[in-house]
């Protein structure tokens, strides 16, 4: 199957959002076009000169057609290769292992799971089920103001963007607050940040990418007025460069297969996308031709048995280290000290296996599962990221939907909005990123200390180093960097958190 394709620049990339030339700055030409259509008299701009500075311009293009959608196979699927005998071997040892962690669980506390992690994922099952069911229907605010828009109710360019915007502020915060307000278990708090970001994203994505369609359908009739008007002062070229721009832009409103612009704004249009395992609207999406019911099947018993594992493998291997962590926090600073490396080392082995196991479940098993439900077609959720050289290329590959949208909505809007370099674009979009991660670890801790969001923002200089003639072309050793960091990363961030 074809492959997602974006838009590749000539120079390279120097980090995981340095993907090819700036799909929201168009030439300065037709920046210049767009911002004279919208704010003076049609008439005015009906020049010899201004059209030939249009299109001595480079080569045009659509502000969010960097990032299109394409149908294509997840990567590690069973029947994609000629290795599909280790993921059958793969299945039976999961199968092997949470038998016998059962059976020594139950052996050890005459319960088959252990008493601790099942007890926090039971508790107040229900009402965190219905505060995010709550938190969902929230999210229809911004089909709302879409609607109000369409109908000329409200003004996006004035307005609308300022009310999206504090909605999604008030979105956020709300919710952390509900969950705190409601003492959750630190699990149900964190699972309801998590989703409360994903559908943050989504939200904004669908409001801003039909906000900045509104400005296409307003040039468009702008060129329309301008077209009916006496152009005799024109030449015949001047007029069909103004008609070819507009035709250029108007391409932006239609969809080969799906709704056009402003007809996608519809409860049914954003409910399908709140559907999609996306974070990037998009009016239409490559569809199958049917649900495959059986994998849906294979999918679902995956996600139910990584989860048990999961939990086996938090009760007899990660709980104890924590508990042992938590109980050095009375201790002077100088035996912390000292005790704290046994810590990190004996966390390592089953912090790996559960960050292996969190990568499955979540982008292959879950994904994948809700895009054959939905018959979304481009399951490119992830990529090859264990054979990551580069930081910026774990950066892209591990978690692809939320690179998409940081790629769209921050990293190309950073330098389009402000006009700053490509550079400071990535330094803006690591940072985000970094601030949202420690966010996370104060919802779990309830403590801010920084330590995710240094290690995080370490990545940039690990990337410059990455580039130096000493590594790059050493593939291997770039390799055993890499996963040296997987390794001791995430284990001596989380020791960090329960021990100071």
């Not at 394709?5 to 390279?12: I, K, L, R």
């Not at 995080?456 to 000493?470: D, E, F, G, H, K």
Request: glycine residues 4%; contains cysteine; proline residues 5%.
């Amino acid at each position: 199957m074809s492959k997602r394709t974006t838009v590749s620049s000539p120079s390279s990339s120097s980090s995981g959002y340095d993907s090819g030339p700036d799909p929201a700055s168009p030439p300065p030409a037709l920046i210049h076009a767009t911002r004279s259509f919208l704010n003076q008299p049609a008439q005015k701009l009906i020049s010899k000169d201004y059209f030939r500075r249009l299109y001595n311009a480079p080569k045009r293009t659509h502000r969010f057609k960097a990032i299109e959608f394409k149908p294509q196979a997840t990567l590690l699927e069973a029947s994609a290769g000629p290795f599909s005998g280790f993921f059958t071997l793969f299945w039976m040892i999961v199968a092997l292992l949470i038998l016998n962690s059962m059976r020594d669980t139950y052996a050890r506390t005459h319960t088959l799971l252990g008493p601790h992690i099942i007890n926090y994922l039971k508790k107040d099952l229900l009402k965190v089920a219905l505060v995010d069911l709550q938190m969902y229907i929230a999210t229809y605010f911004g089909v709302g103001l879409q609607l109000l828009v369409k109908h000329g109710i409200v003004s996006w360019t004035q307005t609308g963007w300022i009310l999206q915007n504090v909605w999604q502020t008030i979105f956020l915060f709300y919710f952390m607050w509900v969950a705190e307000y409601m003492q959750f278990p630190w699990i149900a708090r964190v699972f309801l940040l998590l989703h409360s970001l994903v559908l943050l994203m989504k939200q904004h994505s669908y409001a801003f990418f039909n906000g900045y369609l509104w400005s296409v359908l307003t040039q468009v009739k702008v060129i329309d007025t301008a077209l009916k008007k006496d152009t005799s002062t024109l030449s015949l070229k001047d007029t069909k460069d103004l008609a070819e721009f507009r035709t250029f832009i108007a391409q932006e409103l239609t969809q080969q297969d799906g709704p056009n612009f402003p007809d996608n704004i519809s409860l049914k249009n954003y409910f399908e996308f709140s559907m999609f395992p996306t974070l990037v609207y998009r009016m239409a999406y490559p569809r199958t031709s049917s649900i495959r019911w059986g994998y849906v099947g294979e999918k679902t018993l995956a996600t139910f048995g990584v989860f048990l594992l999961m939990i086996i493998v938090a009760e007899n291997s990660l709980y104890p280290i924590a508990m042992e962590a938590l109980s050095l926090r009375g201790l002077s600073t100088m035996e912390k000290v000292q005790r704290y490396p046994a810590i990190l080392v004996d966390l390592i082995p089953p912090f790996v296996l559960m960050i292996l196991l969190v990568f499955y479940i979540i982008w292959d098993a879950i994904l994948n599962g809700i895009a054959e439900l939905t018959r979304f077609a481009d399951r490119g959720f992830y990529g090859a990221w264990w054979n990551c050289v580069t930081w910026d290329q774990f950066a892209r590959d591990w978690n692809t939907p939320v690179h998409l949208f940081l790629l769209q909505h921050v990293y190309h809007s950073t330098i389009s909005v402000f006009n700053v370099s490509k550079r400071t674009a990535t330094l803006y979009t690591f940072l985000l990123s970094s601030c949202i991660h420690e966010l996370v670890m104060f919802v779990i801790f309830k403590k801010l200390r920084g330590y995710l969001l240094c290690l995080q923002m370490c990545q940039l200089p690990l990337v410059a180093i990455s580039r130096t003639r000493y590594l790059r072309d050493k593939k291997v050793l770039g390799n055993v960097i890499f996963w040296l960091g997987i390794m001791t990363g995430p284990s001596l961030m989380c020791s960090l958190y329960l021990t100071f």
